[in-house]
């Protein structure tokens, strides 16, 4: 009688864990996350209003993204050997505690070149927090690393959903309020990390060579996938940082125009990515994304004069990016056998320089051409990504590689960074 209970018990599936049931010391990290990835779209918003207040171009105002994504970009190559010394807690802590020091001297900051300036200094900060981040919330999390990647990508979701929304309620009272908020936010982040973040609750680290992430990126996946990324996120940042001159509106009507934004590409990252990639190949997933981003960037480019128009343009371009940045960041995950965050160092800074080229090159081409002539060089890009990834389709075959689409977890498996 005891044998078939025995195999009953062997064949009856164990309960699924659930992402929600996680310790403090997770939802500390989350809290952080979603701060953290707030601050991306924060500054839309306000890019008028600085731009009236303190007599700047539209040019200059954009080089608050630059400086921001160039020094995130090149830090993010060294992070890896950073915090595989510093450990995970205190690398968080001394990101956090350097986005609060230059968020509150950019809010008190009486001319662009000094935001400028303080917004590197704000990326340098971000290029340490996120680049742990998700790899300590791996290491804490319940349920594995698909569920932990699941609750990462929720956060990514909401901090970039609410950014703008939070940058257009404080902004519409003045310009400095969302420096204000960050730095608030992320000092309280700050405090919750340093008490419910005990040092055990994370893995030893094991040092990585300083030149490792540059090596990576002579594996054929990873810098094609790297190579996809860099042209893929011109596109995502003309439409976040450039849109917002064209729409003409106020920080409100900026702020509820890219909350749409990104709330849409928040329900792409976390069901409708995996669902996808589920059922199809994720190389396939990428070829049918990109050239519908493309699209959407050439329709941009047409209803550039017309406001409603140009507002759908950017709430629906906001559902193919999440289903971009899943795919990508699952794709590096399972390019290669480097250590994810060698190869996540490796790929966000590569993928962060195109960010940084896009805002100003977009207002450039705009002011001396038209207005149209920023998307078009945002579709231009995003072609780019696609041909990348249909002349790598040999090196991109173990992306392909991953679970059966069948199984329950490769329905799990979540999504990844956006910035």
């Not at 996350?33 to 539209?58: N, Q, R, T, W, Y």
């Not at 993204?65 to 190559?77: E, K, P, Q, R």
């Not at 742990?132 to 999390?141: E, H, K, N, P, S």
């Not at 629906?316 to 940045?325: C, D, I, K, R, W």
């Amino acid at each position: 009688m005891s044998a078939p209970a025995s195999a009953s018990a062997r064949t009856t599936p164990e309960p699924k864990p659930s992402i929600l049931k996680q310790s403090t010391a997770v939802w500390a990290i989350a809290f952080a996350c979603v701060v953290a990835f707030m601050g991306i779209g924060l500054v839309d918003p306000i890019l008028p209003a600085i731009a009236e207040s303190l007599k700047a171009s539209p040019t200059q105002t954009e080089l608050l993204f630059t400086s921001y994504l160039a020094v995130t970009g090149v830090a993010m190559f060294f992070t890896s050997w950073v915090s595989s010394r510093l450990g995970a807690k205190r690398t968080l802590l001394i990101g956090l505690a350097l986005i609060v020091v230059f968020a509150l001297l950019a809010a008190t900051s009486g001319d662009v070149w000094s935001i400028i300036g303080f917004r590197a200094g704000w990326g340098l900060g971000n290029a340490l927090f996120i680049s742990t981040a998700l790899a300590t919330i791996v290491g804490a999390a319940s349920g594995g690393t698909a569920s932990a990647i699941i609750l990462y990508e929720a956060a990514l979701g909401l901090g970039i959903a609410i950014g703008p929304l939070i940058g257009g309620l404080l902004g519409s009272v003045s310009w400095r309020g969302p420096f204000f908020g960050v730095t608030t936010l992320m000092a309280i982040a700050f405090i919750a990390i340093v008490l419910f973040l005990k040092g055990g609750a994370t893995e030893k680290p094991t040092p990585t060579a300083l030149s490792a992430p540059f090596r990576a990126l002579g594996n054929p996946a990873l810098g094609a996938l790297a190579a996809t990324a860099l042209f893929y996120n011109i596109g995502f940042f003309v439409l976040l940082a450039y849109t917002p001159y064209p729409l003409g509106f106020g920080a409100l009507g900026i702020g509820f125009t890219f909350f749409g934004w990104g709330v849409g590409l928040a329900i792409t990252s976390v069901w409708v990515a995996p669902l996808l990639t589920a059922r199809l190949r994720r190389t396939t997933v990428l070829r049918i994304a990109l050239p519908l981003l493309a699209l959407d960037l050439v329709a941009a480019a047409v209803v550039v004069r017309t406001p409603a128009a140009l507002v759908v343009c950017v709430v629906v371009g906001g559902l193919v990016l999440g289903v971009l940045n899943t795919v990508l960041t699952e794709s590096v995950m399972e390019a290669t056998d480097l250590p994810r965050s060698v190869a996540s160092s490796a790929y966000s800074g590569v993928r962060f320089l195109g960010g940084a080229v896009a805002p100003p090159v977009a207002t450039l081409l705009a002011d001396t051409i038209a207005p149209s002539a920023a998307y078009v060089f945002a579709a231009a890009s995003v072609a780019v990504a696609f041909v990348v990834v249909v002349a790598a389709r040999g090196a991109l075959r173990r992306v392909d590689d991953g679970p059966e689409p069948a199984r329950v977890e490769a329905e799990a498996i979540g999504a990844g960074e956006a910035i």
